[in-house]
């Protein structure tokens, strides 16, 4: 489908898409470039891209697809290094976790040019980051989220777009970007948030080694993203701040509501409030249709 990858960002996600891409045959030749020239050549030598680039603008020159794959606040300095080289055919995309900044930043920097580009969230990762942990793998069966411009997108470049996903083994669906950040602050950002603070509360703990040492599965489990990478998680967080505290509000809230019932020890309140998330639990699948429960949520 397209003869150059442009791949600006050599890390876990950009590799895993030009290794994905290949695998699909989608491109015929791969270009990366990186602001750590270290990773641009490791991505060489693992053979995840043909070439390597001394800036942005030479890495997009005569490529017709470019995927951006840099953390969100880099976005608009990003667009704006390789504009003047980027062919007027190009598609661009990004990996973003977060939407609406990215395409407030997309806007700023392309200017009437913005329809090139189709931000995009494909929902995967690891904890691990770097060019080392590229996975051809890695977006097989994973949801990828376009938010598209009612303003400046057509069918035509949803479509587009959407193959190249559906082409990596993604399921693609559509959302506004503030739908978007509200959703995934709800179900991403703020998780992250608090398996970080988790880990700092029993740091701040005099006795937290030894308590961590003796954890089991149900600790593992809820600390896993913890191990995520700093530089790219306080970015997500600052630039959907807003949402994120607007969950972290709604979670105080329902621990108020928790613990008193622990402080008057009312035993049928703790349990329904556990059930009734434990069954809403229990009827959530993986990016696949919502089985429907008995056990609803108050209000």
């Keep these: 489908m397209f003869e150059k990858l442009a791949l600006i960002g050599c890390g876990l996600m950009g590799g895993s898409f030009a290794l994905a891409a290949r695998q699909a045959q989608l491109v015929g030749s791969v270009c990366g470039y990186s602001r750590s020239p270290a990773s641009a050549q490791k991505a060489l030598e693992l053979g995840i891209v043909d070439a390597v680039a001394a800036t942005a603008a030479q890495c997009v020159r005569g ?3 470019v995927l951006i794959a840099v953390p969100v606040a880099s976005t608009e300095a990003t667009l704006r290094s390789f504009l003047p080289a ?5 598609l661009v995309m990004d990996v973003g ?12 920097a392309l200017g009437e040019r913005v329809g090139q580009f189709m931000p995009a969230h494909p ?13 051809a793998g890695l977006y097989q069966g994973q949801q990828v989220i376009l938010t598209p411009l009612p303003s400046c997108h057509t069918p035509a470049d949803i479509g587009r777009a959407s193959a190249v996903w559906s082409a990596l083994g993604c399921r693609v669906r ?4 503030d739908e978007h950040d509200r959703a995934l602050a709800a179900v991403s950002h703020f998780p992250h948030m608090m398996a970080f603070a988790l880990m700092r509360s029993l740091m701040a703990q005099p006795e937290g ?13 809820t600390t896993r993203i913890a191990a995520g990478d700093a530089d790219l998680w306080a970015d997500v967080l600052l630039a959907n701040a807003r949402e994120v505290i607007a969950q972290s509000r709604g979670l105080h809230g329902q621990l108020l509501e928790l613990e008193s019932m622990l402080q008057q020890q009312d035993r049928p309140a703790v349990r329904d ?19 429907s429960c008995d056990e609803k949520p108050q209000a």
């Design 86 to 90: 980027l062919s007027a055919s190009a």
């Design 63 to 65: 490529a017709d697809l």
């Design 123 to 135: 929902i995967c990762g690891k904890e691990v980051a770097g060019i080392e942990q590229a996975d």
């Design 97 to 108: 976790s977060t939407k609406a900044d990215v395409v407030q930043a997309a806007e700023q």
């Design 174 to 177: 559509q959302m506004p970007p």
């Design 273 to 291: 409030f556990i059930a009734r998330a434990s069954a809403r639990r229990a009827a959530w699948r993986l990016g696949g249709p919502q089985a």
């Design 209 to 221: 080694e030894q308590f961590m040492a003796v954890a089991g599965p149900g600790f593992r489990d």
